[in-house]
């Protein structure tokens, strides 16, 4: 179903027909214009829930505009779990810390998606109290892995150090997308405590996890090459080991060449 223009794709957002309401919107996010939020917005509380669904998308491409918290705020408690999925990760997109009160309930809600959803949205806003940061580290040790791998990057995006042993306890998780991102996440706190099990993911069977691990080393900077420089002295069959470390010496010899030059 295609609309001639921009008159007729507005009427078709108001139209009887819900499916009709549907297309009209999809086409809208589709064409990611701006200037159609407005209308989008009139019919976020739409009688259909796959239309609040689309209308949800179809903001989520144009752009989420700052100010939308408390326009989103009554559709985190929709009847649609996908409306409530869509809802709070909009709210993390907005990356509001004001949002942070607002999405915290729903890790207690019914749907799965909704509450990794949530997890996602604490981690794109980046700020958390103390309690959440630990009950997201409980979730590392969730039976779904979804619930794990998002609570692994919320964690590094909110850079909180507790999690450190927990995180380290990650990278030995059975499911290779956990692994690489309980890396990732530790290169985000930039510990000391973290660059040994780094080092062993080196040689872990996945690439994702392996290049998570090179990554999060290399953000380690000096401290990383001091500790590679002695894992090289008592092991000399880790050939991965050399070309890191050479890399982090190079990057410590440029930063201190372009602090000598300033």
């Given at each position: 179903m295609e609309f001639a223009g921009r008159e007729e794709l507005i009427a078709a957002?108001?139209?009887?027909?819900?499916?009709?309401?549907?297309?009209?919107?999809?086409?809208?996010?589709?064409?990611?214009?701006?200037?159609?939020?407005?209308?989008?917005?009139?019919?976020?509380?739409?009688?259909?829930?796959?239309?609040?669904?689309?209308?949800?998308?179809?903001?989520?491409?144009?752009?989420?505009?700052?100010?939308?918290?408390h326009t989103l705020l009554g559709l985190l408690g929709d009847e649609s779990a996908q409306v409530r999925a869509e809802a709070v990760k909009l709210m993390g997109e907005t990356r509001d810390p004001g949002c942070v009160q607002d999405i915290v309930p729903l890790l207690d809600d019914a749907d799965p998606q909704v509450?990794?959803?949530?997890?996602?949205?604490?981690?794109?806003?980046?700020q958390a109290t103390e309690p959440v940061l630990r009950r997201l580290i409980t979730c590392l040790g969730h039976e779904d892995y979804r619930f794990r791998m998002h609570a692994a990057i919320c964690l590094g995006k909110c850079r909180y150090g507790p999690a450190l042993p927990e995180l380290v306890r990650a990278l030995n998780d059975t499911n290779h997308n956990v692994r690489g991102f309980a890396a990732w996440s530790l290169g985000e706190l930039r510990l000391e405590g973290a660059l040994e099990p780094l080092i062993d993911r080196l040689a872990d069977s996945g690439e994702f996890v392996r290049i998570c691990a090179y990554q999060a080393i290399a953000s380690l900077g000096e401290?990383?090459?001091?500790?590679?420089?002695?894992a090289l002295r008592q092991e000399d069959t880790r050939p991965d080991l050399r070309p890191l470390l050479e890399g982090l010496l190079e990057q410590a010899r440029s930063g201190e060449t372009d602090g000598s030059s300033g």
């Open positions: 957002l108001r139209d009887s027909d819900p499916s009709r309401r549907e297309e009209a919107v999809y086409q809208t996010g589709v064409l990611g214009d701006a200037s159609f939020l407005p209308a989008l917005l009139e019919i976020l509380r739409d009688a259909s829930a796959r239309v609040r669904w689309r209308v949800l998308q179809a903001i989520g491409r144009i752009g989420v505009p700052r100010d939308c918290r509450r990794c959803r949530t997890i996602e949205a604490l981690g794109e806003i980046g401290m990383a090459a001091l500790s590679l420089q002695s």
